[in-house]
C-alpha cells in the first residue's frame, strides 16, 4: 500500500488572519515576546497539532485517520506503552505512542481497546505502523471516529523516546513562558501599587490584562468593587455591572458556580476557618476566554491584593470607590439613564419607584492630594459616613472620588417637597462623618456640601456633574451648612473662566487698588465692601454686623470710594464690585 501524504498541521497564520469560532483570544502583556503558535492553541500548552508538526514525530510521517478538526487538542504529557491495560494507567490529556502490540488481534478486543482510551480523555492516539500492523485495523478507526478521538499513523518507525523527550521539553518550555508571562503582570501589579495605586488600580490593571470584566466580592458574594478592561468599549460590550447583575440573577436562580471558563482566586485573610478567605477575585469570560495564565496570573494577583487588605483593611473604602465610579460614569454620560436604575440595584440602591432623586456632592478637601494614599483614613470616612447617613431615613447611593477629595450621592426622595429638609439631614450627617473620621482636622476648613435639583434618572447625571462642578466653585466658602446648587450659578460661571486672562484683569482693574491696600495697611477694607455688599447697601445692618459705629463705617466706605474711584451708590458700580469679590477667590 502506498503510504498517503503526512498531514501537516498548520504551524502559523498570517498576522491579520480574523480568528477561528472558537479560537481563543490570546493575552498578551507589554515587553513580553510573542512566539507564533498553532490557531487554537491555548496559551501555555502543546497541542496535538504542535506536537505532529515537532521534528520527531514529522519524521514519522504522521497521517491523521480520524479527529482531524481536535487537534486543538492539549497535550499535558506524552506516554508510550504496549499493555492491553494501558489506558487504567493513564489520567488524560496524554498523547499515546504504541506500536499496536497491546490493541489486541481481535475486532471486539481493538474496539474495547480506543474506547477504554477515549473514556479517559487522552489527547490523541498515535500508532506507529510496522510489524504489528501494515495498516490500522478498520475497528480501531471506527472506534476513533465515533468516540471523536484523535487517531493518527506513523508511516515511518521512529524512537519514542526522541519524541518524548522533544515533546515534553516543548510542554515544560510553554509553561515557563506563562509563568513568565504572569510574573509580568504581578510586577506591573506591583508597581502599581508602588506608584500610589491601590486595590481598585490593581483590578483595573488585571482587567485591561485578561480584557475582560474582574470583580471583587466579598466570601458572601457581596460586590466590593468592578473593573471593565477600560479603553472605549466594543459595540454592544456590556458594564461591569451590567455583569455582575446577570452573574447575580444566575446565584439567585440556584445555580452558585460561575459560569464555564471563569477564574476565580480567593484572597487569603490570615485566619482560620470562615475567616481564612476574606475576599474573592472572579474573572468572567465575557469579551474572550480565559486560558491557563488567566489562572495563574489571578493568583498571584489575589496574593498582592491580600496584602493590601490587610494593610489598609479597605473594604469599606472599596464598596465605597465602586459606587463613586458609578456615580461619576453617570454624571460624565458613560452610564445611559436608561441603565442606571439596574446598576444602582446592583450597588444596593433601591429608592422609590416614582420618587424624585437628589443629588448631592460634598467636596472635602482644597487639595485632595496629600490624602490619596491615605487608604486606612478613606476607609474609616466610607464607614463613618455610611453609619451617619443610615440615620437620615431615605435610601442614599453613596461614593468617594479620592483624586477629586469628592463624596457623591444619590438619595431617593418621596417628593420635591422634601428637597430641603433632606439636604440639610444629609449636610449634617456628612460633616459629622468627616468630623469622626477625622478628628486630627479639628478646626480646619469644614466641606462645602452641594444639593442639587430634585430630578428623575434621566437628569440625574446631568445634575450630580452640575453639583460637583459647583462644589469646585464653592470652595472656600463657609458660611452656610449647605448650598442650593442654583445659588452658586455665578461663582461657577466664575470657576469656569479661572484660566481666562481676562478675569484676572477684570479683578484687578475694578478692584486692585483695594487689595494693595489691604496688603500693606490696616485695617483691611476689602471685609468692610463685602459686608456692605451682603446688605445690600444698608448701612445701619453693616455698622452692626462689623460691630462699628456709623461714623467709623462712613469713613471706610469714603476710602473705599476715593481708592477705587467709584460711587458705591450706583447700581452697575455695586453689580461690578460683587462680581469681582467673587471672581477673587478663582484667581488667586
Known amino acids: ?58 519524521r514519522g510521517l504522521p497521517d491523521v485517520v480520524s479527529g482531524e478538526e481536535l487537534l486543538d487538542r492539549p497535550v499535558r504529557w506524552v506516554h508510550a506503552g504496549e499493555v492491553p491495560n494501558i489506558a487504567a494507567l493513564l489520567k488524560g490529556g496524554e498523547l499515546l505512542l504504541t506500536t499496536g502490540i497491546g490493541v489486541g488481534s481481535r475486532p471486539a478486543e481493538q474496539r474495547a481497546f480506543v474506547r477504554r482510551l477515549a473514556e479517559r480523555g487522552i489527547a490523541a ?43 515534553h521539553t516543548e510542554i515544560v518550555n510553554a509553561h515557563y513562558a506563562l509563568l513568565r508571562q504572569a510574573d509580568v503582570v504581578h510586577r506591573q501589579a506591583t508597581e502599581v501599587l508602588l506608584r500610589g495605586g491601590g486595590v481598585p488600580e490593581i483590578l483595573c490593571h488585571f482587567a485591561a490584562f485578561a480584557a475582560n470584566p474582574v470583580f471583587l466580592e466579598t466570601p458572601d458574594g457581596q460586590l466590593l468593587y468592578a473593573a471593565g478592561p477600560g479603553g472605549t468599549p466594543p459595540a454592544g460590550a456590556a458594564d461591569p455591572l451590567q455583569v455582575w447583575e446577570g452573574l447575580r440573577a444566575r446565584r439567585a436562580a440556584e445555580r452558585p458556580e460561575p459560569p464555564a471558563g471563569s477564574v476565580m482566586a480567593d484572597i487569603p485573610g490570615g485566619g482560620p476557618g470562615p475567616g481564612s478567605v476574606r475576599a474573592r477575585l472572579t474573572v468572567l469570560p465575557v469579551a474572550g476566554p480565559l486560558g491557563p495564565v488567566h489562572r495563574i496570573a489571578a493568583e498571584r494577583t489575589a496574593d498582592l491584593l491580600a496584602v493590601v487588605l490587610l494593610r489598609t483593611r479597605q473594604e469599606e473604602e472599596l464598596a465605597a470607590r465602586g459606587r463613586g465610579d458609578f456615580l461619576t460614569d453617570l454624571a460624565e454620560g458613560r452610564i445611559e439613564a436608561s441603565d442606571a436604575p439596574a446598576q444602582a440595584r446592583v450597588l444596593g440602591f433601591r429608592p422609590g419607584a416614582d420618587g424624585p432623586l437628589l443629588p448631592v456632592v460634598m467636596r472635602l478637601v482644597e487639595d485632595p492630594r496629600p490624602l490619596a494614599g491615605g487608604g486606612e483614613s478613606w476607609a ?4 463613618a459616613l455610611q453609619e451617619e447617613l443610615a440615620a437620615v431615613g431615605v435610601p442614599v447611593l453613596l461614593g468617594v472620588r479620592l483624586p477629586e477629595g469628592r463624596v457623591p450621592l444619590l438619595a431617593g ?29 479639628a478646626g480646619a476648613r469644614p466641606p462645602v456640601v452641594i444639593a442639587g ?42 470657576w469656569r473662566l479661572r484660566e481666562h486672562g481676562d478675569l484676572a484683569a477684570f479683578v484687578d482693574r475694578v478692584i486692585g487698588p483695594l487689595l494693595t491696600h489691604d496688603r500693606t495697611a490696616r485695617p483691611p477694607l476689602v471685609p468692610t465692601l463685602e459686608t456692605y455688599l451682603r446688605h445690600a447697601g444698608r448701612k445701619a445692618e453693616t455698622a452692626r454686623a462689623l460691630h462699628l459705629n456709623r461714623q467709623t463705617l462712613y469713613d471706610r466706605l469714603a476710602r473705599i470710594s476715593r481708592l477705587l474711584g467709584s460711587d458705591l451708590e450706583d447700581p452697575q458700580t455695586v453689580l461690578a464690585l460683587g ?4 471672581a477673587r477667590r478663582h484667581v488667586r
Open 380 to 383: 474609616a470616612l466610607a464607614h
Open 579 to 582: 462680581v469681582a469679590l467673587q
Open 413 to 441: 426622595l418621596r417628593g420635591t417637597t422634601e428637597r430641603g429638609a433632606v439636604a440639610e439631614r444629609i449636610a449634617a450627617a456628612l460633616r459629622a462623618g468627616v468630623e469622626r473620621a477625622w478628628p486630627d482636622r
Open 453 to 494: 435639583l430634585a430630578v428623575g434618572w434621566d437628569a440625574a447625571g446631568a445634575e450630580l456633574r452640575h453639583a460637583a462642578e459647583a462644589a469646585n466653585a464653592a470652595r472656600g466658602l463657609t458660611d452656610r451648612d449647605w448650598y442650593d446648587v442654583r445659588s452658586l450659578d455665578v461663582d461657577l460661571l466664575l
Open 1 to 58: 500500500m502506498e503510504p498517503q501524504e503526512p498531514h501537516k498541521p498548520q504551524e502559523s497564520r498570517e498576522p491579520h488572519a480574523p480568528r477561528m469560532p472558537g479560537e481563543p483570544h490570546e493575552p498578551r502583556v507589554s515587553g513580553e515576546p510573542h512566539e507564533p503558535r498553532v490557531p487554537g492553541e491555548p496559551h501555555g500548552t502543546i497541542t496535538v497539532a504542535r506536537a505532529l508538526g515537532l521534528p520527531a514525530l514529522r
Open 125 to 167: 492516539l498515535v500508532v506507529e505502523l510496522g510489524p504489528r500492523f501494515r495498516t490500522l485495523p478498520g475497528p480501531v478507526v471506527d472506534t476513533a471516529r465515533s468516540c471523536g478521538l484523535p487517531l493518527v499513523q506513523l508511516h515511518r518507525e521512529v524512537p519514542f523516546v526522541t519524541v518524548t523527550e522533544e515533546i
